[in-house]
């Protein structure tokens, strides 16, 4: 049994996409709906249209992604009439992403959210390694701090926020102690590893034309550095703030790992990116068939359970 209470709803399962893999049109959006995905959330939303970054700008790589996209989307009013209408359909709420390239407009897009009639999940990315001359915004403390000090005076729903990996014990520590003043429903960790660089040596070439190659890494080269994030704010953040986990899902197995260091949802990227939406019912036959072995019955068993060595 994989249901997941998330949030006062329950959802058959924890899998869902990671933003910006197979959710930009509303054609992408109903093969997730009609996925076997226990939730699904949309590409991160600016208040206008954009046509991102120059492509190639994504590139599958055999241990992984590089991406440098440039947060390329249909714009805001798109994607809450997606949800406003999907939601009409079904009580499972949908996920909407916000990544304004400002304080000013990620509070324009929240008023708006709060202002209407959606009963969805909204989260505000606050890690978009890819635009030329942003710096991701939860690497700056202070202006996450004070971000979410603006956004928590008015914004009512449920909301979480997407974090970029943190390297550091101190920067734990600091950006959990933020997070922690706040009325917040989860964090998510992580996106991608920003700015990595990937080379092919048969032209001596970068694989992305945005940034000379620089662009921002999923898949399995990032895991380690998921799960030390899924743990390291499951222990620092207070118990209301639930964690999903994201980066380097590829099998049950690796879904087992991030449960275990206290993720309550899970999102795939890199992986969904290249396997198609199939990949939940995969998913989740291996995650089970590990908790049979292991003698669980639901995930709640074992959630958060990571032992250290003593
Ligand atoms: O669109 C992107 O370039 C992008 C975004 Br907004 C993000 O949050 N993470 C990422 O890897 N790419």
Do not use: W
Request: with cysteine; glycine share 8%; charged share 20%.
């Amino acid at each position: 049994m994989l249901t997941t209470n998330f949030l006062d709803f329950d959802f058959s399962n924890p899998f869902m996409n990671a933003s910006g893999v197979h959710c930009m049109t509303t054609n992408e959006l109903d093969e997730l709906a009609a996925s076997n995905a226990g939730a699904y959330i949309m590409k991160s939303a600016t208040p206008a249209k954009r046509e991102g970054n120059p492509e190639p700008r994504y590139f599958d790589v055999p241990l992984g992604s590089i991406n440098s996209m440039g947060l390329p989307n249909l714009g805001f009013d798109y994607y809450l009439e997606y949800a406003l209408k999907q939601q009409e359909k079904t009580s499972r709420p949908v996920f909407f992403s916000v990544a304004g390239m400002s304080v000013a407009e990620n509070i324009a897009m929240l008023k708006k959210i709060e202002a209407s009639d959606f009963k969805g999940v909204t989260e505000l990315n606050l890690s978009c390694p890819n635009v030329p001359g942003k710096p991701q915004v939860a690497y700056d403390f202070e202006l996450t701090d004070e971000t979410l000090a603006q956004v928590f005076d008015f914004f009512t729903k449920p909301l979480g926020v997407k974090l970029p990996p943190y390297f550091d014990m101190a920067h734990f520590d600091q950006m959990a102690a933020i997070l922690n003043k706040y009325p917040l429903s989860y964090v998510n960790a992580i996106n991608s590893i920003g700015n990595g660089l990937y080379i092919d040596t048969d032209s001596d070439q970068v694989v992305i034309k945005p940034k000379e190659g620089f662009g921002g890494i999923g898949g399995e080269y990032v895991k380690p550095t998921a799960l030390a994030n899924v743990r390291a704010f499951y222990t620092r953040l207070k118990p209301e703030i639930k964690i999903i986990g994201t980066g380097g899902i590829l099998t049950g197995q690796d879904a087992y790992e991030h449960l275990l260091c206290g993720a309550t949802m899970l999102q795939v990227g890199t992986q969904l990116q290249k396997e198609g939406p199939a990949i939940f019912d995969r998913l989740q036959k291996e995650l089970m068939a590990i908790m049979k072995e292991k003698g669980y019955k639901t995930i709640d068993e074992f959630r958060g359970k990571l032992k250290a060595i003593v």
